[in-house]
């Protein structure tokens, strides 16, 4: 067997394997051994038949795979032990040559592990956003629980008014095009096509009514744009919204509070909170960000290859629960294949790097979780939520287990290290002095 190497990066090579005629004899040799104890051919007993007979009953196409296959196998691990490589997984195979008399040659294509030369990762300097909380943001979320808490009534003793919702019969024909069907539709008033509302003011349940509208050009559905439609609509009831007044009973019902003012202030405790989680995440990311681009890191193609087709069946999977399909998104965002195929690579590419960089420092500062780790954080969790050790351990198994728990332990502590020796600078908002 003969072989040569070829550095195609610095995590990946390729083997260029030849195995003589001999060798190949010998595996179709031992492939028919393989068959005979299988097939059955008349007037012997399996494993007894002679080569020219059972040939007649063997399909030479099957051979011909058992033979590629065992060849590729034997002599690929063969290769790799006279080669001294480790390689970080399965290779990418192309046969060359397979004729009979002739040597098998094969190309493997070899991912090597992945190399990781850390640069200085002690004495970053990043700056903290700053974290405040705004009256208007607390406005604004107590319109959201307001909304929230907002209901719909039925009322019959007048026409349709701003704001309310409706429930009707509609059919449109577009310009140019068939009718289409009328459906049984919940219209929320303010939300439609310009002109839309004007038309249905003040129709009463029971009443019919016909009208052309003409979409606007800039309109989002680019087949409706510019065109004049025809609506036919027969209204089957009107509910009108009732929006609670935001009042001390309004802080009652929502959290049990007091008083408005107490539920305005909880509002911002909650959003300080939240934006404070924020900011130190995108602390940690700028780190990340600055020990990769000071680190040589590289990896096989292999390693990105997968986490694109992981990724690919995650968003098919959530667009399938969207009802939404990948031309459509990609419509919706102005983006086109290419070029969304490529700001996830590139997004996968910073996380595979920052993992390995992670990992390198976990080994360089001997950073670890034990699983006398792990089972205190199950502890602490439960004590903390005043929950059974039981139903946590129940979650944990539900979220990736143990060993999900404790990667995310280990990079919780790998991050609070890298803070701990970084220079981090905060905005003026949070009222924190610089380190």
């Known amino acids: 067997m003969q072989v040569?190497?070829?550095?195609l990066g610095p995590c990946e090579l390729e083997l260029k394997i030849e195995v003589e005629p001999e060798r190949v004899a010998q595996a179709y040799d031992q492939a028919y051994q393989k068959f005979?104890?299988?097939?059955?051919?008349?007037?012997?007993?399996?494993?007894?038949?002679?080569?020219?007979?059972?040939?007649?009953?063997?399909?030479?196409?099957?051979?011909?795979?058992?033979v590629r296959d065992s060849l590729v196998v034997h002599s690929y691990y063969a290769?790799?032990?006279?080669?001294?490589?480790?390689?970080?997984?399965?290779?990418?195979?192309?046969?060359?040559?397979?004729?009979?008399?002739e040597p098998f040659v094969f190309k493997a294509k070899v991912p090597l592990p992945p190399k990781v030369e850390l640069g200085d990762y002690k004495g970053i300097?990043?700056?903290?956003?700053?974290?405040?909380?705004?009256?208007?943001?607390?406005e604004n979320e107590l319109k959201y629980l307001q909304e929230r808490r907002t209901t719909a009534e039925k009322v019959e003793d007048r026409g349709v008014r701003e704001n309310d919702i409706i429930v009707a019969e509609v059919s449109s024909t577009l310009e140019g095009q068939e009718p289409t069907p009328a459906k049984r539709s919940l219209i929320q008033m303010g939300s439609n096509v310009p002109g839309f509302d004007d038309h249905v003011m003040d129709l009463k349940p029971g009443e019919r009514r016909t009208f052309s509208l003409t979409y606007p050009v800039d309109y989002g559905d680019a087949e409706l744009a510019g065109k004049t439609a025809d609506f036919d609509v027969a209204l089957e009831s009107i509910r009108e919204r009732k929006v609670p007044d935001l009042d001390d009973e309004f802080a009652k019902a929502v959290g049990g509070f007091e008083t408005m003012a107490e539920l305005r202030e909880d509002i911002g405790k909650q959003a300080i909170s939240v934006r404070e989680q924020e900011a130190e995440k995108e602390v940690e990311r700028k780190i990340i960000d600055q020990i990769v681009a000071r680190s040589n890191?590289?990896?096989?193609?292999m390693l990105l290859e997968h986490d694109v087709h992981h990724e690919m069946e995650e968003i098919q999977e959530e667009f399938k629960k969207r009802g939404l399909t990948l031309e459509q998104y990609l419509e919706r965002t102005g983006k086109s294949e290419e070029e969304w195929l490529a700001e996830m690579k590139e997004a996968l590419t910073r996380r595979i790097k920052a993992g390995l960089a992670m990992a390198e420092i976990s080994d360089?500062?001997?950073?670890?979780?034990t699983d006398e780790d792990v089972e205190a954080e199950i502890d602490r969790t439960a004590a903390d939520s005043n929950a059974?050790?039981?139903?946590?351990?129940?979650?944990?198994?539900?979220?990736?287990?143990?060993?999900?728990?404790?990667?995310?332990?280990?990079?919780?502590?790998?991050?609070?290290?890298l803070k701990s020796v970084s220079s981090?600078?905060?905005?003026?908002?949070?009222?924190?002095e610089s380190t």
Do not use: H, W
Not at 79 to 101: C, H, I, N, R, W
Not at 364 to 369: L, M, Q, R, S
């Open 36 to 66: 005979a104890r299988v097939t059955n051919v008349p007037g012997f007993r399996k494993g007894k038949a002679p080569r020219p007979i059972l040939e007649r009953y063997v399909p030479e196409e099957s051979v011909r795979d058992e």
């Open 364 to 369: 360089v500062e001997k950073i670890d979780v």
């Open 79 to 101: 290769a790799l032990d006279q080669e001294k490589l480790v390689p970080y997984s399965g290779p990418e195979v192309e046969v060359v040559t397979f004729e009979d008399g």
């Open 388 to 417: 059974t050790r039981e139903s946590v351990e129940a979650y944990v198994d539900t979220t990736g287990g143990r060993p999900a728990l404790k990667n995310s332990m280990l990079n919780r502590k790998i991050l609070d290290f």
């Open 424 to 432: 981090i600078k905060y905005g003026a908002e949070t009222g924190a």
């Open 125 to 138: 300097e990043v700056e903290k956003p700053p974290v405040a909380v705004t009256d208007e943001d607390i």
């Open 297 to 301: 890191i590289c990896f096989p193609d």
């Open 4 to 7: 040569t190497s070829e550095q």
